[in-house]
């Protein structure tokens, strides 16, 4: 077997050991700081003169953990079922956020896939999954994953996620991957002993960042970008979500976010899928999905946290924190986010001290994803605590219909669809005992300066706070839950029977909110999504056919009579 590793910082030799005997590497003549040889196959590490065997930067599989050796995969000995799948584009679709180690109690990708046939009847087109490169220990939310071209041995390794991909498209549904390049978790992290993978030209809030424009950057762009092709390569992943892509610290002409999205174009070129890119950005800049030829990175879309606040504040009442935004005029705020995209366009934000963001192209609403619930407005709260846990059955359907009639593309988060009463909160498995305490402590300190007393915050260390974040798949089946899901169901219905609904051209969307009554009316071509958010029934002049309605509502003599916490769809 040939072997081959990037390690510039090996001052004299490089071996690889493989089950326990060591094999010298050569420099490789034509390229710089590359090793290579022959060696017997097995498990294997690389040895950098003389220290302890390393796990491959690149490697495809780390069956121990991320600091045992690591494993070739042969990927194509995998048996595809399903070889007419051929994808389809982001635009238009709907995304469904999960977590597979508490979407089901096993936690695995074969779990995952048996309620497959729930995402398809609910109208779900892609899942998007979090995380699932390795990281240590068995739980966690794998934003502090490692070794970028494995997968989490826990949730059933390389061949567990293609059997899942496999299954999502038999269903006809693709497969999203989240991604994290701005950094890697604190333990299991090699890359440093082999090259400079960071750079201490700029920091994150992770400590030094990821090296994407200092000497040697080259092939640790190389080494992302490879990475993020074997997903959609190897895996037969649809798209890539990218975590906090302004975390991405860049000076060169060439941006890493358009390199990546040229490499990703051109492979989908070669293999005929549409495959495609999302970031998570708080940058507000339409540069990020603008297209290349127009300057910008060419990425196919990118989280909206503008319209998730504004939402948030206008079902919740709260305004703390960056809520503080959006919380004078929450209504009125939903609305600029339905008309304009961005809520901060170069507007003040008191919460940065600073204005923010500029205007976002109004063809295109389709580039934005708008939800009501994502993992970390969840997660990051001190218990974890959905949505649902303090608003009524009327008020959660207020804020689906907002979602999934909006000229965004629409994302649920794991379990909403039936207004879940499991939290999800922060959970850790680390084996070092000393990054377990200071995570534990780091946590409670955060949320006690936050006026929570210490011992309400949930230790993410104890087995307890994954089994609590764990999907109960009864509920469903049960009262309010089994209501709300049909609410869903049917709201995903008319989006797609219905052009207007999913519209995504933000000029052609009027909103008009009326913060002292609580009511929004959103105008979709001939349709109108009425929403009453205030303590009294209202009587708004709207006529038409009812289509969709949760809540008290009568329509009558061109009047539409809404009680609190309801919603009503006319067309007409």
Not at 37 to 56: I, N, Q, S
Not at 472 to 488: C, G, K, N, Q
């Amino acid at each position: 077997m040939r072997y081959r590793v990037w390690a510039p910082y090996a001052a004299e030799r490089v071996e690889v050991a493989v089950d326990g005997a060591r094999h010298p590497l050569h420099r490789d003549a034509d390229r710089a700081g590359w090793w290579h040889g022959e060696a017997p196959a097995g498990d294997y590490a690389f040895v950098l003169d003389g220290g302890r065997p390393l796990p491959d930067p690149r490697s495809p599989r780390q069956p121990h953990g991320p600091d045992g050796p690591s494993r070739a995969v042969d990927h194509a000995a995998f048996n595809w079922s399903h070889t007419g799948w051929r994808g389809r584009p982001l635009a238009g679709a709907v995304l469904y956020e999960l977590h597979l180690g508490t979407f089901t109690a096993a936690g695995t990708f074969d779990a995952a896939a048996r309620h497959l046939d729930h995402l398809a009847g609910l109208g779900v087109d892609f899942v998007e999954l979090m995380p699932v490169c390795p990281f240590p220990g068995k739980h966690g939310w794998g934003y502090d994953g490692v070794s970028l071209w494995a997968v989490h041995e826990p949730y059933g390794g390389p061949e567990g996620l293609k059997r899942f991909v496999d299954a999502a498209h038999r269903k006809g549904i693709g497969v999203v991957l989240d991604v994290v390049h701005n950094h890697l978790g604190p333990a299991g992290n090699h890359l440093p002993q082999f090259g400079p993978y960071f750079t201490e030209r700029h920091h994150t809030p992770w400590g030094s960042a990821v090296n994407l424009d200092a000497p040697g950057s080259d092939e640790v762009r190389a080494y992302l970008v490879g990475s993020a092709l074997a997903w959609l390569r190897d895996y037969r992943i649809d798209g890539l979500r990218l975590d906090a892509v302004h975390a991405l610290a860049d000076d060169r002409a060439v941006h890493f976010l358009e390199e990546l999205a040229t490499e990703v174009d051109r492979l989908a070129v070669a293999t005929n899928r549409p495959l495609f890119l999302i970031a998570e950005s708080d940058l507000n800049d339409p540069r990020t999905t603008a297209p290349r030829e127009a300057g910008g990175h060419g990425l196919a879309a990118q989280w909206s946290d503008d319209f998730h606040h504004a939402l948030h504040c206008a079902l919740t009442g709260e305004s703390q924190g960056y809520y503080g935004d959006f919380a004078a005029a929450p209504l009125t705020a939903v609305a600029r986010a339905l008309t304009r995209g961005f809520f901060h366009d170069g507007t003040w934000s008191s919460f940065r001290g600073r204005h923010h963001g500029r205007p976002f192209p109004p063809a295109h609403g389709e580039r934005l994803l708008g939800y009501l619930q994502t993992h970390d407005q969840v997660g990051n709260r001190a218990l974890g605590d959905r949505i649902s846990t303090g608003l009524s059955p009327g008020r959660l359907a207020c804020g689906a219909a907002l979602v999934l009639t909006s000229p965004f593309t629409p994302m649920l988060f794991m379990g909403e669809e039936w207004g879940a009463a499991t939290p999800w909160q922060y959970f850790t498995d680390h084996t070092d005992p000393n990054l377990a305490e200071a995570v534990r402590r780091g946590r409670r300190r955060e949320f006690t300066e936050h006026g929570w007393p210490a011992d309400a915050v949930p230790d993410p260390q104890e087995p307890a706070t994954v089994l609590r974040s764990v999907l109960d798949w009864t509920e469903p089946r049960r009262a309010p839950h089994d209501r709300l899901l049909e609410w869903y169901r049917l709201l995903l219905r008319l989006r797609r029977e219905r052009p207007e609904l999913s519209d995504p051209d933000l000029a052609a969307v009027r909103a008009d909110a009326d913060e002292e009554a609580g009511s929004l009316v959103v105008h979709r071509g001939r349709h109108r999504v009425a929403v009453n958010l205030g303590p009294r029934a209202l009587v708004l002049p709207l006529g038409g056919e009812v289509v969709a309605a949760f809540g008290e509502h009568t329509a009558e003599g061109g009047r539409l009579t809404l009680g609190p916490d309801s919603v009503a769809v006319l067309e007409g």
